[in-house]
């Protein structure tokens, strides 16, 4: 499962769960996430969250800018559309989100065994 973890100061402060679909951004009621900083477009950006074809059981998760006045950041680089993964850090003027995937095997290590001839 796909997580966005909104970050202040370095912790964890809240968690939203991703599922498939379109996920808006911005400040405008209506929007999946509604952000209050008068600095945030009304319509900010748009997160796609769709299976993936070789692995339908997963999900990518992709980032669009929809003309925001500020931009939108993964990584603090400006972008218009960007494919996200594990440990990803997606910037909104202050607010800063990171993207947890469960399904990532980042960090994991493979078992085997070696025979003793």
Same mark, same amino acid.
């Given at each position: 499962?796909? !997580?966005? =973890? +909104?970050?202040?100061?370095?912790?964890?402060?809240?968690? /939203?769960?991703?599922?498939?679909?379109?996920?808006?951004?911005? &400040?405008? +009621? %209506?929007?999946?996430?509604?952000?209050? %900083?008068? $600095?945030?477009? %009304?319509? +900010?950006?748009? #997160? !796609?969250?769709?299976?993936?074809?070789?692995?339908?059981?997963? #999900? $990518? #998760?992709?980032? !669009?800018?929809? %003309?925001?006045?500020?931009?939108?950041?993964?990584?603090?680089?400006?972008? =218009?559309?960007?494919?996200? !993964? +594990?440990? $990803?850090? /997606? &910037?909104?003027?202050? @607010?800063?989100? &990171?993207? @947890?995937?469960?399904?990532?095997?980042?960090?994991?290590?493979?078992?085997?065994?070696?025979?003793? $001839?």
């Amino acid at each position: 499962m796909i !997580k966005l =973890k +909104h970050i202040v100061n370095g912790a964890v402060v809240s968690e /939203i769960d991703m599922t498939a679909g379109d996920f808006t951004i911005g &400040r405008n +009621h %209506g929007n999946s996430l509604q952000l209050d %900083g008068g $600095d945030v477009s %009304g319509e +900010h950006a748009l #997160l !796609k969250v769709v299976p993936n074809s070789y692995l339908p059981q997963q #999900l $990518d #998760l992709t980032i !669009k800018d929809l %003309g925001s006045t500020n931009g939108t950041f993964v990584n603090n680089i400006a972008v =218009k559309v960007q494919a996200i !993964k +594990h440990g $990803d850090a /997606i &910037r909104i003027c202050d @607010y800063e989100y &990171r993207v @947890y995937d469960d399904q990532s095997n980042v960090g994991t290590q493979t078992e085997y065994s070696v025979p003793d $001839d």
